[in-house]
């Protein structure tokens, strides 16, 4: 069956754009979750959603970084007003449910680059 | 804030070597996991450990979680150059179990 997709796979933009990540998670998977990865570190947590509403965004680094996920499916991480530092690969996951017992699958990321 | 440490950072052997990697906390973890990356992909569950001292085998790995549950242990035997890749343990934060704490990773390049 369909893994967690991400698009684009690559995206460059300069500072000060404003970016959208898209994530499709498995079908039928109810939590869904972004994570930061920058090169030479584990993946960060940003936000996990139950459903359509965000359960935890304690992650975002600041302001400019939202994501929703209106219809309980796919998923929009967006960012403003980029900046160099936030360069990194955005990883998304889904699993049955929040329950830590539930694997996440991941998908395979969309690489940031800020120029 | 729980950290995980891993080492080592990076590991580079001949195919059919035994190794051990390692990742520690100064905090008590209800369960930790152990992923593997490979470039370009997300990573990829590898195993569960969630009672202290338990241990885990998924064919040549072999995975331990320390009696006081702050540490776990990966061991490969006889490694392939099929196992080359960035693993990763993760825990659950605290007060957060779907919130995951991952380590830096250990790099392994398995040479031929």
């Known amino acids: 069956g369909a893994g967690v997709s991400q698009t684009p796979s690559n995206k460059v933009t300069e500072k000060g754009k404003y970016v959208e990540l898209r994530c499709d998670p498995i079908s039928g998977h109810t939590a869904l979750y972004w994570y930061r990865q920058s090169l030479g570190q584990g993946p960060e947590f940003l936000i996990y959603?139950?459903?359509?509403?965000?359960?935890?965004d304690s992650g975002l680094p600041n302001d400019r970084f939202f994501a929703v996920r209106p219809e309980g499916s796919v998923s929009t991480l967006k960012i403003q007003r980029t900046e160099r530092g936030d360069s990194a690969v955005y990883l998304c996951?889904?699993?049955?449910?929040?329950?830590?017992?539930?694997?996440?699958?991941f998908g395979p990321g969309t690489r940031l680059t800020v120029l | 804030t729980q950290l995980l440490e891993q080492s080592p950072q990076f590991l580079s052997i001949q195919e059919g070597e035994n190794l051990t990697v390692y990742c520690n906390s100064s905090?008590?973890?209800?369960?930790l996991q152990w992923y593997r990356q490979e470039p370009g992909e997300g990573p990829v569950l590898l195993v569960t450990?969630?009672?202290?001292?338990e241990v885990k085998k998924l064919k040549r790995l072999t995975f331990q979680f320390g009696d006081a549950r702050k540490d776990s242990s990966l061991h490969i035997t006889a490694a392939q150059p099929g196992d080359t890749g960035l693993y990763l343990c993760a825990g659950p934060s605290t007060g957060a179990n779907s919130k995951l704490t991952f380590g830096k990773g250990i790099t392994l390049s398995v040479r031929p």
């Open positions: 450990v969630v009672t202290g001292g």
């Open positions: 959603f139950q459903g359509t509403g965000a359960a935890d």
């Open positions: 996951a889904s699993s049955l449910t929040v329950s830590f017992t539930d694997t996440q699958y």
């Open positions: 905090s008590v973890f209800s369960s």
